[in-house]
């Protein structure tokens, strides 16, 4: 009933940009929290970002002045713009929403950064 479909990822140099976008579509009124996690194989899964509805936003510490996480609460998407990309932000990005309760995940995008 719930799908989220992730695009955007790809491979960019150090100090590039890219631009990952999120949609959610199905049967859902609302959307509490959406966010973006990164995972590399062998690695946990970590938050990226989040952003409650129209409240502030939350970011890891080592993405912290270089990413920007935004929503369309109408659209039910978020986006985030990766700015001055490091070869340590490469991993498979993860688009999530949180709604009573239940979490939501995408398939997932590569995100790839060369030195």
């Known amino acids: 009933q719930v799908r989220l479909v992730e695009s955007g990822g790809g491979l960019v140099q150090g100090g590039g940009s890219l631009r990952l976008s999120c949609a959610a579509s199905?049967?859902?009124?609302?959307?509490?929290?959406m966010g973006w996690y990164r995972q590399t194989p062998g690695s946990q899964r970590e938050l990226v970002a989040s952003?409650?509805?129209?409240?502030?936003?939350t970011y890891a510490d080592s993405v912290k002045d270089r990413f920007t996480i935004s929503r369309d609460n109408a659209e039910k998407t978020v986006d985030l713009q990766m700015n001055s990309l490091k070869p340590e932000d490469t991993g498979v990005y993860y688009c999530?929403?949180?709604?009573?309760?239940?979490?939501?995940w995408g398939q997932g995008t590569q995100v790839t950064v060369s030195s």
């Open positions: 199905g049967t859902i009124f609302s959307i509490d929290t």
């Open positions: 952003m409650r509805n129209y409240g502030p936003a």
């Open positions: 999530h929403a949180l709604f009573r309760y239940n979490n939501y």
